[in-house]
């Protein structure tokens, strides 16, 4: 027997669990979510979704208000002369 088999839990290791699939959810869960990794200090500051939610949601109307300021103009098109 392998060590990790050693360390599992009998119950994990009983046969009917043997049909299982890894990952047979994980595109579903991928289109369905929107998971984002914090930082340990950060998650100290928001601890939930919603604490997080209430504190970007300011942010981010303030960029989007701010985003025609910061965009490259645009250039017009260079006509072109018939030789």
Do not use: W
């Not at 990790?4 to 579903?28: H, I, M, Q, S, W």
């Not at 340990?40 to 997080?52: D, G, L, N, R, Y």
């Amino acid at each position: 027997m392998s060590k990790a088999r050693d360390d599992t839990r009998a119950e994990y290791r009983r046969k009917d669990l043997a049909p299982l699939v890894r990952g047979k959810y994980y595109k579903r869960v991928m289109v369905g979510s929107n998971l984002v990794l914090l930082q340990p200090e950060i998650h100290k500051a928001f601890p939930s979704s919603e604490a997080v939610n209430k504190a970007s949601t300011p942010m981010a109307a303030f960029m989007h208000e701010l985003q025609p300021l910061t965009a490259e103009p645009k250039r017009a098109a260079k006509k072109r002369v018939a030789a």
